[in-house]
Nanobody, 120 residues
Framework: QVQLVESGGGLVQAGGSLRLSCAASGRTGRTFSSLGMGWFRQAPGKEREFVVSISGSGARTSYADSVKGRFTISRDNAKNTVYLQMNSLKFEDTAVYYC??????????WGQGTQVTVSS
């Protein structure tokens, strides 16, 4: 298993920006650069939903339609860290954001989450 720790959440006004980080550690038998990573979010009273994913090399990304053009995922494999730059935040982006890694199967390791609150 890999341990994932998210940070960077907080309270921001609508239209503002936040940058989330997800630091990975632990022994998986795989290098961090081989792990597909993703960000998910869960708003109060709603199911967890996919936000964005990135391949191990960073060459391939996939975004939910709701965040395209506003959010950008990136990774620094030398630092074992994935980032989520969130711009033009909207009230409906308010949620707990989770980082996930695909180690043995798709998204089988999860962080504890970081709260993002956007005030309108």
């Amino acid at each position: 298993q890999v341990q994932l720790v998210e940070s960077g959440g907080g309270l921001v006004q609508a239209g503002g920006s936040l940058r989330l980080s997800c630091a990975a550690s632990g022994r998986t038998g795989r290098t961090f650069s081989s792990l597909g990573m993703g960000w998910f979010r869960q708003a109060p009273g709603k199911e967890r939903e996919f936000v964005v994913s990135i391949s191990g090399s960073g060459a391939r990304t996939s975004y939910a339609d709701s965040v395209k053009g506003r959010f950008t995922i990136s990774r620094d494999n030398a630092k074992n860290t994935v980032y989520l730059q969130m711009n033009s935040l909207k009230f409906e982006d308010t949620a707990v954001y989770y980082c996930a890694a695909s180690v043995s199967r798709a998204y089988d390791s999860w962080g504890q989450g970081t709260q993002v609150t956007v005030s309108s």
